[in-house]
């Protein structure tokens, strides 16, 4: 199974001592964003745990924790876009998160870091020019549209990249996705909403500045919980987890 990072907040920029907290003790609790008193309780262990998939703005404080992560196949998203901090306030300067782009791919390898340029938005300054690069583009979401320029349109974390960057095969559960069209496989995420320190203008994980900085002062770094802890009412019930690799020794090419 994969456990996922990314998806509500951004937990190697400002969590990654409570993470590893959790994967030292082997275990993390997470709180349903929707049904506060459901709590999910995912193993940690490699044994079940295929693949550590990070998503963030920011890898550095994590870096000196790779040795200790090399227990795990990981996957890596690290969004660099050209915005300005009048869209990204307190992302870091562009070319300090290079830096540590590189030193990150240079310790788990170029298939398993991938470069994140998202959202792509025109207006205020940023026009379609600016926007092209030659890298090869993973579109998600995004039907088939735009096949027809060259774009990958399979998904940004589909199987096949998530295989090729752990270099083994994996047979998932098929499960309906959350989001119409969405071909990634990233199910089981341990963060929270409300709670990322970017306060980028175009968050779909942020409700309110207030909100958020009210929340990272409730983290504490021994918890089980990313906010908080246990709550009056809580039902805390341990997900049902196993390896998805379909052979143990079964590996994929990575050319």
Not at 142 to 157: N, P, R, S, W
Not at 158 to 176: A, C, F, M
Not at 182 to 199: P, R, S, W
Request: with cysteine; aromatic share 10%.
């Amino acid at each position: 199974m994969i456990i996922n990072t990314g998806c509500r907040t951004d937990i190697p920029a400002f969590y990654s001592k409570w993470l590893m907290n959790r994967i030292r003790e082997g275990f993390v609790y997470v709180r349903n964003p929707y049904y506060k008193s459901q709590v999910t309780k995912y193993s940690l262990s490699p044994n079940v745990v295929d693949c550590l998939a990070f998503c963030t703005k920011n890898p550095e404080p994590m870096l000196k924790y790779l040795d200790e992560l090399d227990v795990y196949k990981q996957y890596w998203f690290v969004t660099i876009t050209p915005y300005g901090k009048d869209i990204e306030p307190v992302v870091p300067d562009k070319e300090k998160l290079i830096e540590s782009f590189k030193k990150l791919s240079e310790h788990i390898g170029v298939n398993s870091t991938h470069w994140r340029y998202d959202p792509i938005f025109i207006g205020m300054g940023y026009n379609i020019e600016k926007h092209i690069e030659e890298l090869t583009i993973h579109s998600c979401c995004e039907k088939t549209y735009l096949a027809e320029y060259g774009i990958d349109c399979k998904g940004c974390m589909s199987q096949e990249i998530v295989e090729k960057g752990i270099g083994t095969k994996l047979n998932p559960p098929k499960r309906k996705s959350l989001r119409e069209d969405c071909n990634c496989l990233m199910e089981n995420d341990i963060g929270a909403y409300n709670t990322c320190g970017h306060l980028c203008k175009y968050c779909y994980a942020n409700a309110n500045v207030g909100l958020v900085k009210e929340n990272m002062k409730k983290n504490i770094s021994t918890s089980p919980f990313l906010i908080g802890g246990n709550e009056e009412g809580d039902k805390i019930i341990e997900a049902k987890q196993k390896s998805w690799k379909t052979n143990k020794s079964e590996q994929i090419s990575l050319i």
